[in-house]
Structure formats: structure tokens, C-alpha cells
């Protein structure tokens, strides 16, 4: 076990919960390159390959993050019962094990096996395993140190260039076979540092030092001027705030999980655009998301963070109309600005917030069941998206759908208050 004299020795003094920080940058980096932001040029690829539609591979995409929906209370529980350690470990030799598989498909039914098994992985290793953590060990800093640990989601955006370079050079089945071994030699290791608890090693959240007679339990406030406060998921789910937060943050997902699916789709035959073409306006997107999470990480330590959040809506929904209405660059490289700068500021707010609220004892709990409902924006979006295009020949009416109600979205988030326990 990591005493707490090995972990001094190990991390010379700096805060541990900094090194967690600095592996979930790697992991997040693996995770985005080759699993998230990489889905829209293998569905380009298998569309091509295998005549699937859109509605069918967006179906493909909808159907795991349902499950991952699902399984996300479940993950929540294991977290707070097991520790991140073991339950991350888990999710990610099932992750690498499935982009194996997935380099041998050749009908739909392997496909969409295959996509679920990729969802099973990444629920119990991926992004909600990594925010629990993180949310432990931190308080007056969780907004800088969610940030942080999501410019891995951005650097991994960056670096989908070469996975487009891979897959035209070598083609997708070996650059999948690869992705997984890589997610094993790179991710399985970066689990030794994963910690569940400061307390569990005589530390407080940030690095504070324990004086004579302090009351562990006092509360701390932040910069919404809210004082942490810890509830049960029972407890959580009779709020207000739990279901305008979690509304608020599924309005986002319907633009952020559509572009994730189809923006590759849409800039190739819609506007002409190459798949390395494609893949660069991805990256400059994500480079803008770097910039969005450094200042959503800054202002929300300092600021409102659900004042934050509301402009990010707005944000979302103009870049989506502007790649709709696309009639040269300008347009597309508006929507790369805004939606990367979008996203990078309010993705991990909406975390931050969730803990300000409900506090750190059954933060995954809580942050699992949220994701139900969260799972419903993140499915309708690309569907959506996909119908659309498939009915009219063009994704101008279904992004402009998806943006208003997206907009519309904001208001829970102007509505947000904090809950009285």
C-alpha cells in the first residue's frame, strides 16, 4: 500500500493530487485520440467501405453512449465501493481487448457487438472514473483541476491528423488493432497512481495542511460563494439542482455528441472537404477547446460558474448554425473558434458545479445517475442529425434543430441555484 511517507518520497513534496491530474491528462489524451474524437473518420471510412447510413452509424454511436448511460450509475457505485484504481483497471483491459476485435468486423452485427463492448470498456475506464478522482482531491481549485486534466481531451483532438494519416496509409483495421495496444502499454500503467481519497493518506483536498483539532468536516467555500455540503444520490435526486444541471448538460451533449459523429461527414460531402482536411478543422477545433479550458478553468475557480456555463450555450449554438450554413472557410473556421472554445469552458464545469452542490462522499454515485439523464442528449443529437441528413441530402436542417434547442438549453442553467439540504 502507498503510505503516506512513500508518497511524500514519491512526489517530492508536491501535492499527489497533482500527479493524478497529470495522468488523467495522458489517459484522457489516449482515450480522445482513439476513441472519441477518431469516431467520425471511421464512420467516413465504413460508410464508404461497407454502404452503411448515416442514420446506422450514428445509431452505432447512439447505442453506446446509452449504454454507457446506464452503466454509469453502476461505475458511480463501484467507485465510491472500490476505489478508481481496480474499477478503472477493469474498463480499460475490456477497451483494449474491443479495438482488437474491432479490426476484424465485417458485417453490422459485429459492429454494433463490438461498439457495445467498446462502451462497457470505456464506462468503467474513461472519463467518469477519472472526474471522481480528481473531485476528491480537490476543492477551492476543482475548476482548474478538471480543466486541466480535460486539455488531454484537446491535446487528443490534435493528434487526430495522424490517426486519418494512419488510416490512409495502413488503413483502419491496423490503426484500430494498434489503438489497442496502445490504450494497454500506455493507460493500464498510469492506474498506479490513481488514489480514490486524500484523507485515506492524511491529506485535505488541495494540499491544505491539517492543523491541531481541526474539524475535517468543516465546509469550504468557493468562488459561487457555496459551501460544500454532502449528499447522499437519494438525497441529490430530490433537488432542483441536480435536474436543472443535468437538463443544462444534456442540452449541451446534443451539439457536442453531433459533431463528434457527423462533422467529418458533413465537411467531406457536404463541402468538398478531404478526410485530412476534415481531420485538421477537428484540430484546430480542439486547439481552440485548450484555450476554452485554461480560461473555464481560471473563471470558474473565481467566478460564476453557472454564469459561465450559459454563455457556453449560446457559444455551442452559433457555431453549430455557422458549419450549417457554411458557404466558404470563414464560416467552418468560426464554428471550429466557438464550439472548441465552448466546450472547452463548460465541460468541466459541469462536474465542478456537481461537486459544489452535492459534495465529494458520493460524488460518483451522484455523477452516475446524473449521466441518465445527461445520456439523452448525447443519444438524440447525432440520431437526430443523421435522420435529417438521410431525409433531406444535407445536415442544415438537423444541426439547425439541434442549435436551437440547444440555446434553449441555457435557461437551465440561468436557473440554477444552489440546494438547501
Same mark, same amino acid.
Given at each position: *500500500?502507498?503510505?503516506?511517507?512513500?508518497?511524500?518520497?514519491?512526489?517530492?513534496?508536491?501535492?499527489?493530487?497533482?500527479?493524478?491530474?497529470?495522468?488523467?491528462?495522458?489517459?484522457?489524451?489516449?482515450?480522445?485520440?482513439?476513441? *472519441?474524437?477518431?469516431?467520425?473518420?471511421?464512420?467516413?471510412?465504413?460508410?464508404?467501405?461497407?454502404?452503411?447510413?448515416?442514420?446506422?452509424?450514428?445509431?452505432?454511436?447512439?447505442?453506446?453512449?446509452?449504454?454507457?448511460?446506464?452503466?454509469?450509475?453502476?461505475?458511480?457505485?463501484?467507485?465510491?465501493?472500490?476505489?478508481?484504481?481496480?474499477?478503472?483497471?477493469?474498463?480499460?483491459?475490456?477497451?483494449?481487448?474491443?479495438?482488437?476485435?474491432?479490426?476484424?468486423?465485417?458485417?453490422?452485427?459485429?459492429?454494433?457487438?463490438?461498439?457495445?463492448?467498446?462502451?462497457?470498456?470505456?464506462?468503467?475506464?474513461?472519463?467518469?472514473?477519472?472526474?471522481?478522482?480528481?473531485?476528491?482531491?480537490?476543492?477551492?481549485?476543482?475548476?482548474?483541476?478538471?480543466?486541466?486534466?480535460?486539455?488531454?481531451?484537446?491535446?487528443?483532438?490534435?493528434?487526430?491528423?495522424?490517426?486519418?494519416?494512419?488510416?490512409?496509409?495502413?488503413?483502419?483495421?491496423?490503426?484500430?488493432?494498434?489503438?489497442?495496444?496502445?490504450? *494497454?502499454?500506455?493507460?493500464?500503467?498510469?492506474?498506479?497512481?490513481?488514489?480514490?481519497?486524500?484523507?485515506?493518506?492524511?491529506?485535505?483536498?488541495?494540499?491544505?495542511?491539517?492543523?491541531?483539532? %481541526?474539524?475535517?468536516?468543516?465546509?469550504?467555500?468557493?468562488?459561487?460563494?457555496?459551501?460544500?455540503?454532502?449528499?447522499?444520490?437519494?438525497?441529490?435526486?430530490?433537488?432542483?439542482?441536480?435536474?436543472?444541471?443535468?437538463?443544462?448538460?444534456?442540452?449541451?451533449?446534443?451539439?457536442?455528441?453531433?459533431?463528434?459523429?457527423?462533422?467529418?461527414?458533413?465537411?467531406?460531402?457536404?463541402?468538398?472537404?478531404?478526410? %485530412?482536411?476534415?481531420?485538421?478543422?477537428?484540430?484546430?477545433?480542439?486547439?481552440?477547446?485548450?484555450?476554452?479550458?485554461?480560461?473555464?478553468?481560471?473563471?470558474?475557480?473565481?467566478?460564476?460558474?453557472?454564469?459561465?456555463?450559459?454563455?457556453?450555450?449560446?457559444?455551442?449554438?452559433?457555431?453549430?448554425?455557422?458549419?450549417?450554413?457554411?458557404?466558404?472557410?470563414?464560416?467552418?473556421?468560426?464554428?471550429?473558434?466557438?464550439?472548441?472554445?465552448?466546450?472547452?469552458?463548460?465541460?468541466?464545469?459541469?462536474?465542478?458545479?456537481?461537486?459544489?452542490?452535492?459534495?465529494?462522499?458520493?460524488?460518483?454515485?451522484i455523477l452516475g445517475i446524473s449521466a441518465l439523464v445527461v445520456t439523452v442528449g448525447s443519444v438524440t443529437g447525432p440520431v437526430l442529425a443523421g435522420i435529417m441528413a438521410d431525409t433531406f441530402g444535407n445536415y442544415r436542417t438537423g444541426f439547425t434543430i439541434l442549435a436551437g434547442l440547444a440555446a434553449c438549453g441555457s435557461i437551465f442553467f440561468i436557473m440554477l441555484k444552489k440546494p438547501q439540504k
Amino acid at each position: *500500500m502507498l503510505t503516506l511517507t512513500r508518497l511524500r518520497k514519491f512526489t517530492h513534496d508536491t501535492y499527489f493530487g497533482w500527479w493524478i491530474v497529470g495522468g488523467s491528462v495522458l489517459m484522457q489524451i489516449v482515450h480522445s485520440a482513439l476513441l *472519441m474524437q477518431s469516431y467520425g473518420l471511421y464512420v467516413a471510412i465504413l460508410q464508404e467501405e461497407f454502404l452503411w447510413s448515416k442514420t446506422i452509424l450514428a445509431s452505432a454511436f447512439a447505442l453506446r453512449q446509452a449504454e454507457r448511460g446506464l452503466l454509469a450509475p453502476v461505475v458511480g457505485w463501484s467507485l465510491d465501493k472500490f476505489g478508481s484504481q481496480r474499477v478503472m483497471r477493469f474498463g480499460l483491459i475490456i477497451l483494449g481487448f474491443s479495438f482488437l476485435l474491432f479490426s476484424q468486423v465485417n458485417s453490422l452485427l459485429t459492429f454494433f457487438a463490438v461498439t457495445l463492448l467498446m462502451g462497457f470498456g470505456a464506462s468503467f475506464g474513461g472519463h467518469l472514473a477519472l472526474t471522481t478522482t480528481i473531485v476528491q482531491w480537490f476543492e477551492k481549485r476543482r475548476a482548474t483541476a478538471l480543466a486541466t486534466s480535460q486539455i488531454g481531451m484537446s491535446v487528443g483532438g490534435l493528434l487526430i491528423p495522424l490517426v486519418a494519416l494512419s488510416m490512409a496509409n495502413y488503413g483502419w483495421r491496423p490503426t484500430a488493432f494498434v489503438s489497442g495496444i496502445i490504450i *494497454m502499454l500506455v493507460c493500464l500503467p498510469l492506474t498506479r497512481i490513481m488514489r480514490s481519497r486524500p484523507e485515506d493518506y492524511g491529506l485535505l483536498p488541495d494540499g491544505q495542511k491539517i492543523q491541531a483539532n %481541526q474539524d475535517l468536516s468543516k465546509d469550504s467555500s468557493n468562488a459561487d460563494g457555496l459551501k460544500s455540503q454532502d449528499y447522499s444520490a437519494r438525497q441529490a435526486l430530490r433537488t432542483q439542482a441536480f435536474w436543472f444541471l443535468s437538463l443544462g448538460h444534456a442540452s449541451a451533449l446534443l451539439i457536442v455528441s453531433s459533431v463528434t459523429v457527423h462533422l467529418v461527414l458533413h465537411l467531406n460531402e457536404g463541402l468538398g472537404y478531404s478526410l %485530412q482536411s476534415a481531420a485538421s478543422v477537428f484540430a484546430l477545433m480542439t486547439a481552440f477547446m485548450i484555450v476554452g479550458q485554461l480560461l473555464g478553468g481560471y473563471l470558474g475557480d473565481r467566478f460564476s460558474k453557472k454564469g459561465i456555463a450559459a454563455v457556453a450555450m449560446f457559444g455551442h449554438a452559433t457555431a453549430l448554425l455557422a458549419l450549417a450554413y457554411a458557404t466558404s472557410s470563414i464560416g467552418v473556421i468560426y464554428f471550429a473558434v466557438a464550439h472548441g472554445l465552448s466546450w472547452g469552458m463548460r465541460g468541466p464545469l459541469m462536474s465542478a458545479l456537481r461537486a459544489d452542490f452535492f459534495g465529494r462522499k458520493s460524488f460518483g454515485s451522484i455523477l452516475g445517475i446524473s449521466a441518465l439523464v445527461v445520456t439523452v442528449g448525447s443519444v438524440t443529437g447525432p440520431v437526430l442529425a443523421g435522420i435529417m441528413a438521410d431525409t433531406f441530402g444535407n445536415y442544415r436542417t438537423g444541426f439547425t434543430i439541434l442549435a436551437g434547442l440547444a440555446a434553449c438549453g441555457s435557461i437551465f442553467f440561468i436557473m440554477l441555484k444552489k440546494p438547501q439540504k
